[in-house]
């Protein structure tokens, strides 16, 4: 394992042949992606057949949801030599895992990402920071998204190889984390990939209500929730889009802008339908923990940040994940990436792995 992440970058501004350049660039990668998330699947209990029906429901809610999206898939498909419902599996594990819980295969879940966003106001831009934790076994997944989807918009962002997208900023100012939720709406009649809305408004929102106008557009079979930032030249903002089945949510920043997000709802009204939290109650102990931490959260030094989040099991709050081998494959969450946003500078700051390995010369900025 390198320190750094592969990197993409493209050029061309039509969906189709800036997936299939990826596909091409990457095949052996995305080959592994798409092993390593079946491998999952069927850990949670799904067959293959169900994979294939589920991925390819996706891939057509996606196709009238976002049609340029699914053709950057099929793109992706093509060019890496793989079938559309493999490549539509990538973009859909969050709701095939979910398909798969509702259908009685799958048990417990993997915990997954603590996000930071302080607003110090005074003309200065937002400062951001959050874990992704996922699954020991895509270690080698994830990629640096750097592309132009016009001469004057253009993104930066972390996602896993075949798979549109994840966390990013994009050249408007506007920027966005990415937490999984789980809520008693999701369903097995699979929806718009929450990684694709991330995805969209990336590259469609300048501004917040923009984000959410497309959020509430997309009609969804999993929970997840986006905080999306932004900041005009003198002004930041944060919302959390609490985004489940039954609804959008939303969260602000406290009086003294902070913002804080876990793994659980926070909008009252979603909040009765929480489910992950009763499985993985840590979830409130990384939140408290942030909360805690707001100074150092607030921080203009980076590192500052990182430190805050420096907090694990043994401390009481397991902010920065390490796999245990006691735990089934499937429940094996570590620390991928650490990651900071600067929406005023257009520039994707990420670590590969957790805060308690970050340095200052270790972060890969694009």
Request: hydrophobic share 40%; glycine share 8%; net charge negative.
């Amino acid at each position: 394992m390198t320190s750094t992440f592969p990197t993409f970058r493209s050029e061309r501004m039509v969906a189709v042949d800036r997936g299939r350049e990826l596909g091409a660039a990457w095949r052996t990668e995305i080959w592994g992606a798409f092993a390593a998330y079946l491998e999952l699947f069927q850990a949670h209990g799904a067959t293959a057949d169900q994979v294939r029906s589920w991925s390819m429901r996706a891939i057509d809610r996606l196709a009238d949801w976002a049609p340029d999206l699914a053709d950057e898939i099929a793109g992706v498909a093509g060019g890496a030599s793989l079938k559309l419902w493999q490549v539509g599996a990538i973009n859909a594990r969050t709701e095939i895992i979910a398909a798969a819980r509702i259908a009685g295969a799958a048990g417990e879940t993997e915990t997954e990402c603590s996000t930071a966003v302080t607003l110090p106001g005074n003309g200065s831009p937002p400062r951001t920071i959050q874990t992704w934790d996922w699954n020991e076994r895509m270690r080698e997944t994830p990629v640096v998204l750097a592309y132009d989807l016009t001469p004057d918009h253009s993104v930066r962002a972390l996602s896993e190889f075949g798979m549109v997208g994840k966390i990013g900023v994009n050249s408007a100012g506007l920027g966005v984390h990415f937490n999984i939720l789980r809520h008693a709406s999701d369903h097995e009649e699979i929806g718009v990939p929450v990684h694709a809305v991330a995805r969209r408004i990336l590259d469609g929102a300048t501004d917040i209500e923009q984000a959410e106008e497309i959020a509430r557009s997309a009609e969804l079979s999993a929970s997840t929730v986006l905080t999306v930032v932004t900041f005009d030249g003198t002004r930041g903002r944060v919302r959390g889009l609490e985004l489940a089945p039954a609804g959008v949510g939303t969260v602000d920043a406290d009086d003294d802008g902070v913002y804080v997000h876990t793994n659980h709802f926070l909008d009252p009204s979603l909040s009765d339908g929480e489910r992950l939290a009763p499985e993985r109650p840590n979830t409130y102990d990384r939140l408290k923990h942030l909360r805690s931490r707001a100074e150092e959260l607030g921080s203009a030094e980076l590192m500052d940040r990182v430190e805050a989040m420096r907090c694990h099991a043994d401390d009481g709050a397991p902010v920065c994940a390490h796999a245990s081998a006691d735990d089934p494959f499937e429940l094996r969450s570590e620390t991928l990436a650490t990651v900071s946003l600067d929406v005023a500078g257009f520039r994707l700051s990420v670590h590969r792995g957790g805060p308690c390995q970050v340095t200052a010369d270790t972060w890969q900025v694009v």
